[in-house]
């Protein structure tokens, strides 16, 4: 019995050493979104283990006037229409977790679609790693560009946080990426500040706290499958209209309205 004890107490000891040793942060970014041309306060928080991202929760220099503030959606509008942002309560989100093989993303395709909840396994990204360095806050970083789904990022790492995330999608250096935009301008993540170690800060456990009651995590097969239904009922009514009108207008572009290009 003393022996039983004994061995609880050392494994309590070494899960509560554990548990402290784990250093968690947060990185806050300006994420520039050039296709609607607004600003959107976005961060990272991460541990040793898992990491967790969320963008498109409040936007910055808009009005905080909220239209619809019951439902998941919540709008911010302003006088000029052309200046009308779209948030989410709970923001746009993507969950990693280095002991699984998948990451979990919510996404929207519009201002006015709903939120989508998917899964897909980890991208394997083939970083191609440059001598340019620079110092981004207190930390030296080097450059690092990758090909992804239709767009060239470029990156740019610490080694002095050598965990591998980063913001959206992108991970897997090694160490986190600070700043990183696409070679285009289509996307952008601009480091704000960062606070590391934080003790009052916790990653999610599991990937069930991102997802709402009532909804559930769908392939990445099935989530291209409705970019792709949404990019054809799109182009069809703006052709609708500019019959319509007698009007002229181009095919509506996977590549000018979505980040990640999955070709028809």
Known sequence: MRIFTLLV???VLHASAYSQDIKT???????????????????????????????????????????DSGSEETLVEIADFDDISKTRKKGLQVYLDKSK????????FSLISRV???????????????????????FLCK????????????????????????????QGLPGIILEAKTRDGFFKMVFKKIKYPEQQ????????????????????????G???????????????????FGVHIEPFSEKDNFLEIFGQ
């Open 116 to 138: 989508i909840y998917a899964k897909e396994k980890i991208p394997d990204f083939k970083w191609k790693f440059e001598s340019a360095t620079k110092k981004i806050g207190k």
């Open 101 to 108: 093989d998948s990451i979990y993303f919510s996404n929207a």
């Open 9 to 11: 107490l050392i494994i």
């Open 226 to 244: 409705r970019q792709r239904k949404h990019i054809k009922e799109t182009d069809n009514s703006l052709k609708i209209h500019a019959k319509k």
């Open 143 to 170: 450059k690092a560009v990758t090909k992804f789904r239709g767009r060239e990022y470029i990156c740019w790492y610490t080694e002095e946080i050598p965990l591998p995330y980063g913001p959206w999608k992108l």
């Open 25 to 67: 942060g947060i990185i806050y970014y300006d994420h520039i979104d050039n296709h609607y041309g607004v600003s959107y306060n976005s961060y990272l928080v991460f541990n040793q283990n898992k990491s967790h991202f969320v963008t498109y929760k409040d936007s910055l220099g808009l009005s905080n006037q909220k239209i």
């Open 201 to 224: 800060l916790k990653v999610p456990t599991s990937k069930i706290m991102i997802l709402p009651k009532g909804k559930k995590f769908i392939s990445l097969d099935k989530y291209i």
